[in-house]
């Protein structure tokens, strides 16, 4: 795997891919909901348009490349073709062209102005233009030209980069995490929960005794012994301590019902029946009612030189949150730019 990824970086191929793609790799990792679009008159060599600017099969070919190995750089391996279908690497190489796309779009709305002077100076700073550390107009050409790229063309993809990157930092420096805000993050993910869990042998006598008990919301272990089910009580544990208890495996629980248990206030029944097994019975069936949350105060940890490590858990969670609010903002930016996908080319798009 190293050896293949050093003989595609020396590759002056790999080398004009890493320029252009940069620092911008990846905007949205999820596949748009776009994919539902009509062809609306694309050719068929694009993939897509936004804004009526065209995405080629060839766009789609070359970033998938990218994200295919960047996939295989961090998995240390190459990957099968079930696990680059399981990645949907294809859907999030359109997803991230397409976000492009938009923020190239949106150069006037947040008031950038690239000089060529100042793409001129970037140009001239790439070391693979550069030869005993001067940068060489002879070299730059044929670099272009080993990858069927005029000067012209490779000068505006770079300042389209240079405009998106600039407006993402307009985007994610304009979001701010309080400390109240983190500190009240990390409480509602910490959190423990205690409830009470009804089991009973059939799923029909689980769905009544759930209806009855969502109507009334009293007397819930009486209820469920009326209804020859078997209640047990789990103490207060966070998510992460209850799926290493014994709870969990003598249960055999699910994610379903962890979601419904961290996610249902105090004193409520979960709206779901839950499939549960033990070691003399399979295929049961349980309901379950929150007793106490609880939400525990946010403690600064110590790093190994004893110094608080509020300040990096703040760092690494507003770094999270602007990528968040990126994505979100992006996606809006997305919904007002006229997406769409030729769905025929689409589905013919064989990578592997």
């Avoid at 293949?4 to 909901?33: D, Q």
């Avoid at 009526?52 to 073709?81: F, P, V």
């Avoid at 790229?149 to 407006?167: D, G, L, Q």
């Avoid at 992460?240 to 055999?252: C, E, M, P, R, V």
Wanted: hydrophobic share 40%; charged share 25%; aromatic share 14%.
């Amino acid at each position: 795997m190293l050896d293949f990824l050093r003989k595609f970086y020396a590759h002056t191929a790999g080398k004009i891919i890493t320029i252009l793609v940069g620092l911008l790799f990846i905007v949205g990792f999820s596949f748009l909901p776009y994919i539902m679009g009509v062809r609306g008159g694309l050719s068929p060599n694009d993939v897509a348009a936004v804004a009526g600017k065209k995405i080629s099969m060839d766009d789609l070919n070359r970033y998938y490349g990218k994200l295919e190995n960047e996939y295989e750089r961090m998995y240390g391996n190459k990957l099968t073709r079930k696990e680059l279908k399981e990645f949907n690497i294809t859907g999030a190489a359109l997803s991230s062209l397409i976000a492009d796309k938009v923020l190239e779009s949106k150069k006037g709305v947040f008031g950038l102005h690239i000089s060529d002077r100042f793409i001129a100076k970037n140009i001239a700073s790439f070391p693979e233009f550069q030869k005993n550390g001067k940068f060489s107009d002879k070299l730059f050409k044929a670099v272009l030209l080993d990858n069927h790229m005029t000067p012209a063309v490779f000068e505006k993809r770079i300042k389209n980069e240079i405009a998106r990157s600039y407006i993402k930092r307009i985007i994610t420096e304009s979001f701010s995490a309080a400390n109240m805000q983190f500190i009240n993050d990390y409480m509602i993910k910490n959190k423990s929960v205690s409830f009470k869990i009804a089991v009973f042998n059939s799923k029909k006598t689980a769905a009544a005794f759930l209806k009855k008990s969502i109507l009334y919301n009293v007397g819930f272990t009486a209820r469920a012994k009326k209804y020859g089910g078997t209640v047990g009580k789990i103490p207060l544990f966070s998510e992460a301590d209850l799926i290493k208890s014994n709870y969990f495996t003598g249960y055999a629980m699910t994610g379903s019902i962890l979601k419904a248990v961290f996610s249902t206030p105090a004193g409520s029944v979960a709206s779901g029946i839950f499939p549960v097994s033990s070691k003399s019975k399979k295929n049961e069936y349980a309901a379950v009612k929150i007793i106490k949350i609880y939400f525990p105060k946010y403690i600064a940890a110590k790093d190994k030189d004893g110094k608080n490590a509020m300040a990096k858990q703040k760092e690494l969670y507003a770094f999270r949150k602007e990528r968040e609010f990126l994505d979100y903002y992006v996606d809006y930016l997305e919904s007002k730019a006229g997406v769409k996908i030729n769905r025929a080319v689409l589905s013919s798009f064989r990578p592997y």
